[in-house]
């Protein structure tokens, strides 16, 4: 089945400088690939998504790369503001009828004032 | 944007009952949605995939008996975990897939605490 490898599990930035996190999945044919922030407490939000026929997507301050043939992906984070600490995740999924997804381990992000 | 209600947000319950966490999708229909399970500083971990008028489809390792799941209208499902104990105590999170639409949005989550 499916693995989401993602890296690092922690990652501390000062304010102001960029944040990327980083996933490689295995199985080929997943073509749907989220990005999901969660703060303690609370459910995942979905902050941005990129399907497989896109290299990359820009949302304001957040960006995510997909490189097909290496199967990684990557979410990049320009001008962090302590607002951005949470927990993110990486996700793939097939796009069945069902769009299963598998989930990262997750990365710890802390924003330092 | 699409809301996924899911309540209670906290329940804590002595061991031997059964608790019962509702999922909702307010604004739009689902006809997928998915039940997670995430301990402290992990990851989600899928376990079952519930359809609108179907049984649901459990991940490997995971008790149908013991997570039972109805999916009786296309914006509601219900997850009951019988005779709960300790070890069952663990985030729950529900997603649910608007129809025809890729994206899953999530609920806020449901802490479970079995005494």
């Known amino acids: 089945g499916e693995n989401v490898e993602q890296h690092p599990s922690t990652l501390s930035v000062q304010e102001g400088d960029s944040a990327v996190i980083k996933c490689t999945y295995s199985?080929?044919?997943?073509?749907?690939f989220p990005w999901y922030k969660q703060e303690l407490g609370k459910g995942p939000q979905l902050i941005i998504d990129i399907r497989s026929n896109v290299g990359e997507k820009k949302d304001q301050r957040i960006a995510v790369t997909l490189n097909k043939t290496a199967k990684h992906f990557s979410l990049h984070i320009t001008e962090t503001q302590p607002e951005d600490s949470a927990v993110y995740f990486c996700a793939a999924s097939k796009g069945d009828s069902s769009y299963k997804l598998i989930f990262g381990s997750g990365t710890r992000l802390l924003v330092r004032p | 944007g699409a809301v996924v209600s899911q309540h209670p947000s906290r329940v804590i319950c002595k061991s031997g009952t059964s608790v019962k966490i509702e999922c909702r999708s307010l604004d739009f229909q689902a006809t997928t949605m998915f039940w997670y399970r995430q301990f402290p500083k992990q990851s989600l971990m899928l376990m079952a995939t519930?359809?609108?008028?179907?049984?649901?489809?459990?991940e490997q390792g995971v008790e149908k008996d013991k997570f039972l799941i109805n999916h009786a209208s296309l914006t509601l499902s219900t997850l009951t975990v019988t005779s709960a104990h300790p070890e069952d105590s663990s985030f729950y999170i529900c997603s649910a897939q608007r129809t025809g639409v890729v994206k899953l949005f999530f609920g806020s989550g449901t802490q479970l605490s079995v005494l």
């Open positions: 199985d080929s044919a997943s073509n749907y």
């Open positions: 519930s359809n609108e008028g179907s049984k649901a489809t459990y």
